[in-house]
């Protein structure tokens, strides 16, 4: 029998969220379940603090990060209501993820209150798990499940114009044409460097 975790007060998430796609959507309905508040932290929420990753080394660059700080805060907004989540369920902040001695302004890091649950699919999520835990913080690492969709997949896919649409929330799917998303990848794409 698997033992039910116990609820607490918040429950963190955390990404880039560029965009927000339905795993997404699935990690913050399993953090949801653990509390009664969702933090959901946005990461690289401005380009000149984006910093290199060893673990992830396509992170900071400008085709993984299309979307501002603004647009992910609406796309996830507008995903989490329509998923029937209250707004008071629920908030959206910027977290510096590089920087853990500022994590506390940003984010709940009491662990006798929060947990800041990830689901681990690669070494980044394992860096990451690790940084929390070093910084005294609860963390609830969640692995072996399936990564069904990447948000490097939907970026691709955007640039295509062509089968993102089943990848992303319907509020999602309002949104990236309002932000010119298919004409910003292309752009941004062409500008990157080739290796």
């Known amino acids: ?4 975790p116990e609820r607490v007060r918040y429950a963190v998430v955390h990404g880039r969220f560029q965009p927000f796609h339905l795993d997404h959507l699935a990690y913050c309905r399993l953090a949801l379940e653990r509390a009664e508040l969702l933090v959901v932290g946005i990461t690289n929420f401005d380009p000149a603090l984006a910093e290199v990753e060893s673990t992830s080394p396509h ?7 299309p979307f501002s700080y603004w647009e992910r ?3 996830i907004r507008d995903a989490l209501l329509e998923d ?3 707004g008071a369920r629920f908030t959206i902040v910027a977290l510096p993820v ?3 001695e500022r994590w506390s302004h940003y984010v709940p890091t009491d662990p006798a209150i929060s947990v800041h649950v990830l689901r681990v699919f690669s070494s980044w999520e394992e860096e990451k798990a690790r940084r929390l835990a070093a910084a005294g913080m ?3 690492a969640v692995r072996g499940q399936p990564k069904r969709v990447s948000a490097t997949e939907v970026r691709a896919r955007l640039a295509q114009g062509a089968g ?3 990848l992303v929330p319907p509020a999602v799917r ?3 044409p309002r932000f010119s998303a298919q004409a910003r990848l292309r752009r941004r794409l062409e500008a990157e460097p080739q290796s």
């Open 164 to 166: 993102w649409q089943e």
């Open 59 to 65: 992170r900071h660059q400008a085709a993984a990060n």
């Open 98 to 100: 590089h920087h853990p």
């Open 73 to 75: 805060t609406l796309m």
């Open 1 to 4: 029998m698997t033992e039910t």
């Open 174 to 176: 309002e949104w990236l």
């Open 84 to 86: 029937g989540v209250p």
């Open 138 to 140: 609860r963390v609830e």
